[in-house]
């Protein structure tokens, strides 16, 4: 039986990776019959936020024999970043689990995600879009231009500093 078979869908394949979509509510089924297909090495669980579109989950697993890998990705919505949590399959993806929910805000439905990476002060999710980093518009970018920047725009005498990238617009000290 091949992966396509077992999981009844055509795959892709990206940078010689293997890639599957899964339905969020099919998520830990489709990891365990990928897991039992031979892909058994828990390699990474991550997010990417696609802003309007909600969360990106994708999940890679090896197999050890073969030598090759496979990505599972599963879309979640904004307004209900959950997906089931694979803790009970893979015993390395509870750390994976507790930073994704840290960082992104994604929650796994059957794990208590505890803080992590942040202190328990920390307020919001850093690696979310909207996320304003607030250093880069308290200090100055160190080098000697700003990233984007080109010797010419260097010659100016004065000119207004550009706001980092992804800082609101009147954000911060002026």
Do not use: I, N
């Amino acid at each position: 039986m091949t992966l396509a078979d077992a999981l009844g869908q055509e795959l892709t394949t990206s940078y010689g990776v293997v890639v599957g979509e899964v339905d969020r509510t099919r998520w830990s089924e489709v990891a365990a019959v990928v897991r039992d297909q031979g892909y058994s090495f828990f390699d990474l669980l991550t997010a990417v936020d696609l802003e309007a579109d909600g969360f990106e989950v994708l999940l890679r697993l090896w197999d050890p024999v073969r030598h090759e890998g496979v990505v599972l990705r599963t879309r979640c919505p904004r307004d209900d970043a959950r997906v089931p949590t694979l803790t009970p399959l893979f015993a390395g993806a509870g750390w994976h689990e507790r930073a994704t929910a840290e960082l992104f805000g994604v929650a796994f439905d059957g794990h208590d995600t505890a803080r992590l990476l942040l202190p328990e002060s920390f307020a919001g999710h850093p690696l979310r879009k909207e996320f304003v980093l607030a250093a880069r518009v308290a200090k100055r970018w160190p080098g000697a231009k700003e990233p984007g920047e080109s010797e010419a725009d260097l010659a100016t005498p004065s000119r207004r500093r550009p706001q980092p990238p992804g800082v609101p617009t009147g954000w911060g000290p002026p």
